[in-house]
């Protein structure tokens, strides 16, 4: 497990500043214009979407008699789907929200299979149902924000196109009133004063309604346009079941790796001298003495191998004694003081406990490599049901679970059992990272 320290660590960038207050900025703010795009093309894509759903639904319905409604719906729900990916790039493209894309339709071949697979389908159904609830929340979003937009705007400039009324219609203004007797125009000074800062409250209002409205929009693509919680959660655990093969895969390669070209290979080399000192027995009984004794020191060696082949699979100690000994026994391995506290009211199951000492090793591991640390501590206690694990060293710090990295492995390993990994290591230390497991006791 390689880990960089130093120049590794970035510093996070801080926000940045703004003079103008938000309120202010709204109106003229690149994601205001954006949203607004959204919410104006939402009408005639709804009307689009709304027409074909309503169409293919009623055909379907009234055909269902026959062979052909069938069928038919399939191809309404199919088109739906075809929309949902428009409206899911629209959404990324102007409200920047990332929407996962939720399981194709899969069938094992054939137009029948091909259509019951549409059919039962929950996510042709969402997409569906997405069509008909767009359409009235796009007409009541468009015939509120546009005219609100526009009027904001057309009052807020007033003072600067008022002089068209008087030359070109002979009129001194905007008119509010007029019958036989009675005109009023928006013309005095005070009374343009007061439209243009009518106008101004209502563009500094409207964006902050976009943004209510773009937020219902985002709910309602993401709810019905991504793929549900379950297909997440699917998706989740193959991802982890593929990490969790990957990882075994590779622990079988190091075992024999390490058999090969360890021990296997003293043990080859052992009875190759014991039968070169079994020929020179009765020739000459004191070399052949000294070649047994060679291969017994081999011996002790080659079983001093097996058995830290075998701490690595599964230690002993942690299998008799728990987590507390266990990690004892790594921090007086490790190059740099650790102490080592362990407050849990009982032993977890055999499997997170395993997999809580070997992260603690190596995360040990990195500080005596590579943090150039003093000391160093770990403190393992029980949160609620989650199992916490925190090893911190005074080291110069700079450590990141970047990709390729070490701690990402490890990271990628506490994930495959609902496991969390943070890394705490500003550049000049401490590091202090904090794993988390699911108690399951």
């Known amino acids: ?29 690149g994601r205001t214009f954006r949203e607004f795009g959204y919410l104006l093309l939402s009408l005639p894509v709804s009307i689009v979407l709304f027409v074909w759903s309503v169409t293919m639904v009623s055909m379907s319905a009234g055909l269902l008699i026959t062979f052909i409604g069938i069928p038919l719906m399939a191809v ?19 409200l920047g929200v990332e929407i996962g894309e939720p399981r194709p339709v899969r069938s094992r071949g054939g137009l029948m299979s091909w259509i019951g697979a549409v059919l039962k389908s929950g996510v042709s159904w969402r997409h569906l149902l997405y069509s008909f609830l767009q359409f009235p929340w796009a007409v ?6 546009v005219p609100l937009w526009t009027t904001g705007w057309l009052l807020f400039t007033y003072p600067l196109w008022q002089w068209v009324f008087p030359a070109y219609t002979g009129r001194g203004g905007i008119q509010l009133y007029d019958d036989a007797h009675h005109h009023i125009y928006l013309d005095s000074p005070f ?35 991504g793929p549900s919680r379950l297909e997440e959660r699917v998706s989740e655990l193959e991802s982890d079941r593929g990490v969790v093969v990957d990882t075994s895969a590779a622990d079988l390669r190091r075992i024999e790796r390490d058999l090969h070209d360890g021990a296997q290979a003293r043990l080859v080399a052992l009875a190759m001298d ?11 009984p004191h070399a052949a003495a000294a070649m047994v ?30 987590l507390d000994a266990a990690l004892s026994s790594v921090a007086s391995r490790c190059t740099v003081a650790v102490q080592v506290e362990v407050d849990l009211p009982a032993r977890p199951v055999p499997a997170i406990e395993g997999i809580a000492y070997f992260t603690v090793s190596e995360l040990l591991q990195n500080v005596s490599k590579h943090s150039g640390a003093g000391r160093a501590s770990v403190d393992v206690w029980l ?36 496991g969390i990994l943070v890394v705490d290591s500003p550049v000049g230390g401490p590091t202090t990272i904090t794993a988390e497991l699911p108690w399951r006791a």
């Open 1 to 29: 497990m390689e880990t960089e320290y130093g120049h590794a660590g970035e510093r996070s960038r801080e926000p940045r500043r703004h003079l103008v207050p938000p309120v202010l900025r709204a109106p003229f703010e």
């Open 76 to 94: 309404g729900l199919m088109g739906c789907r075809a929309f949902g990916m428009m409206e899911r790039a629209r959404a990324r493209a102007l």
């Open 140 to 145: 009541f979003t468009f015939c509120v924000v």
């Open 191 to 225: 009374e343009i004063t007061v439209t243009s800062l009518a106008g101004l409250l209502i563009t500094l209002v409207v964006p902050w309604l976009i943004r209510g409205f773009a937020t219902m929009d985002k709910v309602m693509v993401t709810g019905l346009l």
């Open 274 to 284: 014991l039968g070169l000192a079994k020929e020179k027995l009765t020739e000459d």
């Open 293 to 322: 004794d060679e291969a017994h020191g081999e011996v002790k060696i080659a079983l001093q191998e097996l058995r830290d082949l075998a701490r690595g699979i599964h230690p002993a100690v942690l299998t008799d004694r728990g």
């Open 383 to 418: 949160a609620g049901d989650r199992l916490m694990l925190q090893v911190s060293d005074n080291g110069r710090g700079g450590a990141a679970a970047s990709a390729g990295s070490g701690l990402a492995g490890l990271a990628e390993r506490l994930d495959a059992v609902d």
